[in-house]
């Protein structure tokens, strides 16, 4: 019978809270930015800013679409696609 590697209850709560905070930095930072740039658009062309709050959202629903794939695709503490990060 084989031997089944399997880590502590502690690696996977650390794994999984490093993992969480990194998203939710991306996302919140994603919101903001977007939601920054989408006040900058708007102003100039005199749209409204529940334009800008939108596209922030949008931007941020991408970044936490784009954060689960990654955690996904390999199992690693980080939300990013990059390799080693």
Same mark, same amino acid.
């Given at each position: 019978? =084989?031997? *089944?590697? &399997?880590? !502590?209850?502690?690696?996977? %709560?650390?794994? #999984?809270? =490093? /993992?969480?905070?990194? &998203? &939710?930095?991306?996302?919140?930072?994603? +919101?903001?930015?977007? +939601? *920054? @740039?989408? *006040?900058? *658009?708007?102003?100039?062309?005199?749209? !409204?800013?529940? /334009?800008? #709050? &939108?596209?922030?959202? $949008? @931007?941020?629903?991408?970044?936490?679409?784009?954060?689960? %794939?990654?955690?996904?695709?390999?199992?690693?503490?980080?939300?990013?696609? #990059?390799?080693? $990060?």
């Amino acid at each position: 019978m =084989t031997d *089944i590697n &399997l880590p !502590s209850a502690e690696t996977v %709560v650390k794994t #999984a809270g =490093t /993992y969480g905070r990194d &998203l &939710l930095e991306r996302v919140l930072s994603t +919101f903001l930015q977007t +939601f *920054i @740039g989408g *006040i900058v *658009i708007t102003t100039p062309l005199d749209g !409204s800013m529940w /334009y800008a #709050a &939108l596209a922030g959202g $949008v @931007g941020a629903v991408l970044a936490l679409g784009k954060g689960l %794939v990654a955690r996904w695709r390999d199992v690693t503490n980080s939300a990013s696609l #990059a390799k080693g $990060v």
